[in-house]
């Protein structure tokens, strides 16, 4: 399978190598479908490390110590796609049910939260958004971590920085209150503002290692498992219930499922579960 038509030979075997690294570091399945999309994404590195195949590309990825290409490699191909208020009934969830029964069983008035895999940030500016705007959280603590794999992501997240078109569906309200507007050479763009910014501690984490948490009242892992296999997927989720105060929440994304994957965690809401044991 290689085009003539192609700036750089790029043959099923460097695909399966590629691939089969992928998997290897993130847990992502890669589909037979995902050629054409490597090429395009790769082409960039293979080009701007001014090689002339996807051979010598492979070779810099088996050969390299320290693991920068392979860093490329993996935040190349990550699908990173979020928005602001997605699937915005976990957000309603939280602040309809989730907060009212933390205010009952946390006296310390505090609530610790962890958006897994929060690409480029908006889903943990949401999560911090709801809790400031939250009149039953008023003087409580929140810990809030946000972690995704790909460091640019991690990065771009830590700015806080976004086209005004990722926020158009956000009221005038919320907009004024969280987001500085940008003028003159940053016009068209906002930012969002330290007090949000500064709620979150932002990091690189890779969900398939050996991690642990402290214990958290929320997980946030939405739309990430839906690229594992069955076996990372439940190998992930005992870590969460791990990582989770008893009864707490884990949150997965629309097309997500836990079905016959862990007996840890009941279903209770539209991809929303609880831990029970
Ligand atoms: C489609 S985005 C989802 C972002 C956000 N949670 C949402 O639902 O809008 C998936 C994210 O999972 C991250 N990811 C994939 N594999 C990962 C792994 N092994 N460890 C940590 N993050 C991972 C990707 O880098 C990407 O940013």
């Not at 890779?206 to 069955?230: A, G, M």
């Not at 997927?233 to 707490?248: E, F, I, R």
């Amino acid at each position: 399978m290689m085009s003539n038509e192609r700036e750089f030979s790029f043959t099923q075997k460097d695909f399966t190598f590629l691939s089969k690294i992928i998997h290897e570091r993130t847990g992502i399945v890669v589909s037979d479908d995902k050629f054409n999309m490597f090429y395009s994404r790769l082409s960039r590195r293979v080009r701007s490390l001014k090689l002339n195949s996807f051979q010598e590309y492979c070779a810099i990825v088996r050969d390299e110590r320290e693991g920068n290409e392979t860093s490329e490699l993996i935040n190349a191909i990550t699908t990173n796609l979020t928005a602001f208020f997605r699937e915005n009934h976990h957000f309603e969830y939280l602040s309809d049910t989730v907060f009212p029964e933390l205010t009952q069983k946390n006296p310390d008035r505090n609530i610790k939260l962890w958006s897994a895999g929060c690409s480029t940030g908006e889903e943990p500016y949401s999560l911090a958004i709801i809790m400031k705007e939250s009149p039953l959280l008023a003087n409580w603590n929140f810990e809030l971590k946000a972690t995704d794999l790909d460091s640019n992501v991690v990065a771009k997240a830590n700015r806080g920085v976004y086209s005004m078109s990722r926020v158009e569906g956000m009221s005038k309200k919320r907009l004024k209150r969280w987001f500085f507007k940008g003028a003159g050479k940053q016009q068209g763009l906002v930012k969002v503002k330290p007090e949000l910014n500064q709620m979150i501690e932002f990091g690189q984490l890779n969900l398939i290692d050996n991690w642990s948490q402290e214990p958290q009242d929320v997980i946030f892992c939405r739309n990430v498992i839906i690229y594992f296999n069955k076996e990372t997927k439940a190998k992930l989720v005992d870590q969460y219930a791990n990582s989770l105060k008893p009864g707490g929440y884990l949150f997965i994304g629309h097309s997500e499922s836990l079905y016959k994957v862990t007996d840890r965690f009941e279903l209770i809401g539209n991809t929303i579960y609880r831990k029970i044991k």
